[in-house]
């Protein structure tokens, strides 16, 4: 009787919140008339809306699941990946990278590159991340039906057409604003969820310090920081270069996902601190993801867990008291919708903006812009059910979600930077450079080489490769740069001193 009811109650939650979640597409759907308002938001976001809406997108389902078998396999060193692969990358991005993306008052990542270096760094940046975000969305739309059909028992298809008809109305109806409203809500369920979980598994150990005393008894490695250079997933070595000094920069930098929310902001301070802001809550952060890799290390019998992205689910599924299982899955349905509705709005901005607009119809009104926008994301919500179950062919989700990362992060992350802070950058130097990082990224993968080296080794390529093409090309003009590249500043004194300094130095 009371496992039945537990059902209910479970089921009860879900359904209330799919049916929430659907009301801020009809909420938000009569506040979108032009681009504007359907990719940034009409740039009226304030700065705890972004900040929140930056941590939504930025755990979603594959880290709650991928995290967990992380800290269930190799122990705390996964923490790395919201500590050392946070909170310095976010303080770089708020004070030195995103005043350059405000100012300029465009869409997209890459179409600050074009206007930096050329247009065919932007074409290829865009279409890099535009594939990356479109894929991106099978993975999603599988773990939703996975989750769904583990806890509620609807079939995997039923489950994810679900997903996609919530996500995708209010994605499709009120764009940016409601993404970023709903991402606010989905993170307070999925803090909600994560402490639940916390708090039911130092009860059951007896309190905090002896579950770790316990854990530190029976699996002493796994309270390791840093493992060794020998660690096939996670060597100190390749931490510290390829995910504190490449991956993570990049991400926070230049992932259009996690920067829209910032060019959608009402100022540029709000944008700033708006990403200093998430820095907070994401110091947090390993509380949600790890905890539970540890928790059913620690209880699940031994054999149980056979895969070690079955690590949460199975604290789920055996662990919670009725009621709060049903809580803590919500929250892996909202970390879900929330990093599905952010990628669904970044990739219709890619494309129509970068793709659509640039090279297919350039002089359209404002309103055929938006209306193909609602198109393309219909279509990616298509694709993405379509490319769903090619999912399970997939390995362990967060290795392999890096390693696709490490195939692009560093050269672009080399483009970036050098064209940030450097002038004497030049078009050819950027797109000679990022084509020439990602082949190398690809030959290093093809050769088996850990994700975490390739996405450093590949920065180090392409920035070098940058370096010595732009040396023996022509400089860029200084008209160009104005407002583009540190040191060239908008206002005509600054201009005019900026230039100064380079015609005498």
């Known amino acids: ?148 059909h583990t806890y509620v028992g609807w ?48 009860a059951k150990a007896g309190g905090v310090l002896k579950f770790f005393a316990a854990l530190k008894a029976a699996h002493p490695q796994h309270l390791q920081v840093f493992l060794p250079l020998d660690n096939p997933a996670y060597p100190w070595l390749g931490m510290i270069l390829g995910l504190g000094l490449v991956l993570s920069p990049a991400w926070w930098c230049a992932n259009q996902s996690i920067i829209q929310r910032t060019l959608g902001a009402r100022s540029e301070w709000d944008a700033r601190a708006g990403m200093l802001f998430a820095a907070f809550p994401k110091t947090l952060i390993p509380i949600l993801v790890v905890l539970p890799g540890f928790f059913a290390l620690m209880f699940a019998p031994p054999g149980t867990i056979k895969n070690p992205d079955q690590a949460l689910p199975w604290v789920v599924k055996n662990f919670l008291p009725p009621g709060i299982g049903g809580l803590v ?38 309103r055929h812009y938006l209306l193909v926008g609602r198109i393309l994301t219909f279509a990616f919500i298509v694709f993405g059910v379509i490319f769903a179950p090619f999912t399970e062919k997939f390995p362990g989700i967060y290795v392999a979600m890096q390693t696709l990362l490490s195939f692009f992060q560093g050269p672009t992350l080399a483009t970036l930077l050098l064209g940030v802070l450097w002038w004497r950058a030049t078009g050819w130097g950027g797109l000679v450079g990022l084509t020439s990082g990602v082949l190398l990224a690809v030959f290093l993968s093809v050769l088996k080489v850990n994700f975490l080296y390739v996405a450093w080794w590949s920065f180090v390529f392409s920035l070098v490769v940058n370096v010595v093409v732009s040396y023996l090309t ?29 015609i005498n130095g």
């Open 155 to 202: 079939s995997i298809g039923f489950s994810i057409v679900i997903t996609a008809i919530v996500v995708g109305f209010y994605t499709i109806s009120g764009g940016l604003a409601a993404v970023a409203i709903t991402d606010v809500v989905q993170l307070g369920i999925m803090f909600v969820g994560g402490f639940a979980v916390a708090a039911v598994g130092f």
């Open 1 to 148: 009787m009371k496992e039945v009811l537990a059902q209910h109650v479970d089921l009860f939650l879900i359904i209330v919140y799919l049916g929430a979640i659907f009301l801020f597409g009809v909420l938000f759907r009569e506040y979108v008339k032009s681009t504007e308002d359907y990719f940034l938001a009409g740039r009226a976001l304030p700065w705890w809306v972004i900040g929140m809406s930056i941590i939504g997108t930025n755990i979603g389902a594959y880290d709650y699941v991928g995290a967990a078998g992380g800290a269930y396999r190799f122990g705390i060193a996964q923490a790395n990946y919201e500590w050392l692969g946070a909170i310095p990358a976010m303080i770089v991005s708020a004070l030195v990278i995103i005043p350059y993306y405000w100012k300029n008052k465009v869409y997209t990542v890459p179409e600050y590159l074009g206007k930096r270096y050329k247009e065919a760094v932007r074409v290829i940046e865009a279409v890099i991340y535009g594939v990356f975000l479109v894929m991106l969305l099978g993975i999603f739309f599988w773990a939703s039906g996975i989750m769904l």
């Open 474 to 502: 022509p400089p860029e003009p200084p008209q160009k740069l104005r407002g583009l590249v540190y040191g060239y500043l908008e206002k005509d004194e600054d201009f005019k001193r900026a230039v100064e300094r380079r």
């Open 329 to 366: 899955f919500v929250a892996f349905i909202a970390a879900l919708h929330s990093s599905v509705d952010s990628t669904l709005n970044s990739a219709a901005t890619l494309w129509t903006r970068d793709i659509y607009q640039r090279y297919i119809k350039r002089d359209a009104s404002d």
